[in-house]
């Protein structure tokens, strides 16, 4: 049993590693991205932040689509079936195209309205409403970034789209920091250099993103086409409706679960707005600085899943406990280690973001909050990864909207509009909702509700 464990922790750690430095890099991205903004003031910040949390939500149908990708593929690939799963892999370019061009659609067509809906002050609406409008332009783009990202996670290849988000992420940074910023003369060593830029502000973060995204989108595309188990050379690439249903199926949940969850950050932020700018910016700011440390939770999250599909797929109960186990073990230990960093630097972490120190005062003070909770949210990622994987999105999706809605949205409204209580109150009724949401998944597994979903 010893040995079993030690091998699934070791397979575990293989598969997440790459997903892992992923993560880590696009969250060194988010902290840049927030910092060169940071330094244009809180106004700049809190036009960024207003929509970042739509952006959650517009992103939820595509990573839903890619677990219910991963889901039928990995429990093929399980099964041993593989003539199935490289079918799979060549339908979700059809689906990771079509979700992508519908979304683009929508969210050009809301954006001039968006900030007001949110309650945006006026001086945030118009540098918002831009900024939300161009980094939606490439979701085609971004859709197959991460739907094509899942479908090679699902044959066990993690490590492309690590090497393809790393990419995305370097062109991002360097595009930044020629867009965001006008001509400017940097010191080094005693020598000073020219450096060229645009001066754009808000605007040229926004354009930064779309470029990095249409990049990697055309990267991942190449990145399929590469993979023998997955390329569409020598396939049929006309829709395959049988698996698309199949697809469709898992993911509907599996959206539902991630629209309920990303349109209650919408209603939480919205909820932020109402104490003012500065606690907006705050609020944003440590959103952004609270990413970088449940990195490993997500990780393993992606992990879990595949390896759980092909448990489901060979019938094999006694490889998924062990799975579950594994993660768990892992997950809470890694995050009980970052969340106790996270604690004790919490000024360090706002003070790479902005100079505003009420800005930093009020993050500050949620993110020494939240750190408790991390190792919370990371049993809570792998028990959902588990459910995802097997096909079980129904539960995710019911466990969601009590925890989001019943507990978060209801506390923090009771809170602020009864009591008016301020940012750590609200923080609080956050942390009650992951809690709530890990105790009812806790007892859906302990109950063995995913027994019907084996072989």
Known sequence: MQLSHRKDLMTLLHLAWPIMMEEALSA????????????????????????????????????ALGTGVLAVISREYGAGNLENAHQASVQSLWLSVFSGAVLTLITVLISPVLPVWMGAEPSVCAPASLYFRIICL?????????????????????????????????????????LIFPSRTLSLSGHEFPVPGMGLGVTGAAIATNLSFTAGG???????WHNPLTTPSGMSIRPNFRIIRQCIRITLPAAFTRIISCLGHVVFSAQVTHLGTQALAAHSLALTAEEGFYIPGYGLQAAVSTLSGNAAGSGDS???????????????????????????????????FTADPGVIADGASVLKIVALSEPFFGAALILEGLFDGIGDTKTPLRYSLISMWAVRIALTQICLSIFHLYLDAVWICMILGNVTYLLLLSLTYRHGRWRGFIG
């Not at 903004?37 to 809180?42: D, F, P, Q, S």
């Not at 290849?157 to 062109?171: A, E, F, G, K, Y």
């Open 28 to 63: 060194v991205v988010q902290y840049i991205d927030a910092a060169m903004v940071g330094r244009l003031g809180a106004l700049a910040s809190a036009a960024v932040g207003l929509t970042s949390t739509v952006t959650w939500l517009v992103n939820a149908p595509l990573w």
């Open 138 to 178: 490439p979701l085609v783009a971004r859709s197959m970034i991460i739907v094509l990202g899942s479908t090679l996670r699902s044959v066990h290849d993690t490590r492309t789209p690590m090497q393809v988000s790393i990419l995305v992420n370097i062109l991002n940074i360097v595009m930044n920091f020629l």
């Open 218 to 224: 055309f990267l991942m595309l190449a990145a399929l």
């Open 318 to 352: 006694k490889a998924l406990q062990r799975i579950c186990r594994s993660g768990l073990s892992l997950s809470t230990g890694i995050m009980c280690l970052t969340g106790s960093i996270l604690f004790f630097i919490p000024h360090h972490m706002m003070q790479l």
